[in-house]
């Protein structure tokens, strides 16, 4: 069935009038997600209060005895030649256990606390690579958008400038049909860019935590040369190191616990008795011999993790190294592509669709000529496009992977 001029421009611009209704509400840019990433996600939120935990351990371990003082009393009656008494005993006891012990302690709880923190600027580093990732697809789907609105203004001008050869007849109703149907093209594409950028958006706000229609403000950019040295060495600093780090120092810790169960412990004491009409008051002292359990498990166990998790740290730092040195590798070839783009060929496409419209509406080329030279011109413009993405994914997982994303 045959489409006529008028409903297949009005379906054109209500792909348009779609994707500007589409893309009311707040615009964010670049630094407003990860400034919200960082306060709003969930993820983010949830390891701060799991942090919260760790200081609590911090905070019994802290305590300078470690067992609460001991009262004991008895009282019972004593019937003897002078007649009938009540004796009474009364006592209290309080538990010392070694300094080593309670150093070790709060050695292990502080690299608990490290552990956590660094598990925070881990996952402050995931999210807010998912958030910029999202962020520039988001971008990259409305220029994308940009670019087929300027693309259906010129397929409905070639359109009206088929129409009216044919009614001078100057080309057949052929090519006027392959205009129409150029155009119809042209509007599909638009509402699948619309549906691409409303799913990024939509992935945004998910991470962002944010119930309004939002929108991405900004521009899509090739970026600038990166130093591999100074990547390399900021990835030393990479969380995920860092929580290795602390778990390896929390075996220590654990490993000089176990250590202190080998000492003796003690403990003080006073009682008073009253006996007949006799009042006694005694000091005690009591040692407990590490005879049999001396802490061997703890520090068995303990000297196994520090050795599995220094293998662990090891292959962690190699990897992370690894990683920053494709990621340079990847996003070098992504720049080099758009500006090799930038320098051959975008500058010389609006002369070209300029030119090649002007040649047909005086009839110097023919329909398909022209239709194939816009394709090219649109796939060409859709390239460099697509490579700006490429590039800005890139630079973000580069970034991510040296822990300058944070």
């Known amino acids: ?119 925070i600027d ?39 400038v088929a129409d009216r050869r044919f009614k001078a007849g100057d080309i057949a109703i052929l090519d006027v049909e392959i205009a129409r149907a150029s155009l119809a093209r042209v509007a599909a594409g ?57 778990a390896v120092q929390e075996a220590e810790a654990d490993l000089q616990l176990g250590r202190s169960f080998s000492r003796p412990e003690f403990g003080v004491g006073v009682r008073y008795a009253r006996e007949e009409r006799d009042q006694i008051v005694l000091g005690g002292l009591r040692v407990t011999l590490p005879v049999f359990s001396a802490g061997q498990e703890l520090r068995t166990v303990s000297a196994a993790r520090a050795a599995r998790l220094r293998k662990e740290l090891e292959a962690a730092r190699a990897r992370v190294d690894m990683e920053v040195r494709i990621a340079f590798e990847a996003y070098s070839r992504r720049l080099a592509a758009v500006r090799t783009l930038e320098a051959d060929a975008i500058p010389s496409v609006d002369e070209a669709e300029t030119l090649a419209t002007r040649s047909f509406e005086a009839g110097q080329i023919g329909l398909p000529e022209l239709l194939l030279l816009r394709r090219e011109i649109l796939d060409t413009r859709t390239q460099y496009l697509d490579a ?19």
């Open 1 to 119: 069935m045959r489409i006529g001029r008028s409903a297949v421009a009005a379906c054109a611009a209500a792909c348009v009038s779609t994707g500007v209704a589409g893309a009311q509400g707040r615009a964010l840019t670049l630094a407003d997600v990860l400034a919200r990433a960082r306060e709003q996600a969930p993820q983010v939120v949830t390891a701060r209060l799991a942090l919260d935990e760790a200081r609590g351990r911090l905070r019994g371990a802290a305590l300078l005895f470690q067992t609460n003082p001991e009262i004991d009393a008895s009282v019972g009656s004593r019937q003897s030649r002078d007649g009938r008494f009540t004796d009474l005993e009364i006592g209290v006891g309080q538990a010392f256990e070694p300094r080593a012990r309670r150093s070790a302690r709060i050695a292990g709880a502080n690299a608990a606390i490290a552990q956590g923190t660094a598990d």
């Open 122 to 160: 881990e996952i402050v580093r995931v999210v807010l690579r998912s958030a910029a990732g999202a962020y520039y697809r988001a971008l990259h789907a409305s220029e994308h958008l940009r670019l087929l609105a300027r693309a259906q203004e010129l397929a409905a001008g070639v359109h009206a």
């Open 190 to 246: 638009q509402q699948a860019a619309e549906a691409g950028r409303a799913l990024w958006i939509g992935e945004l706000r998910v991470i962002l935590q944010i119930p309004d229609e939002i929108t991405v403000a900004g521009a899509l950019t090739g970026g600038g040369d990166a130093d591999l040295q100074r990547l390399r060495d900021s990835a030393a600093q990479r969380p995920e190191l860092q929580v290795l780090q602390a």
């Open 388 to 406: 700006l993405l490429e590039a800005a994914l890139a630079r973000i997982e580069l970034d991510a992977s040296a822990a300058l994303l944070r």
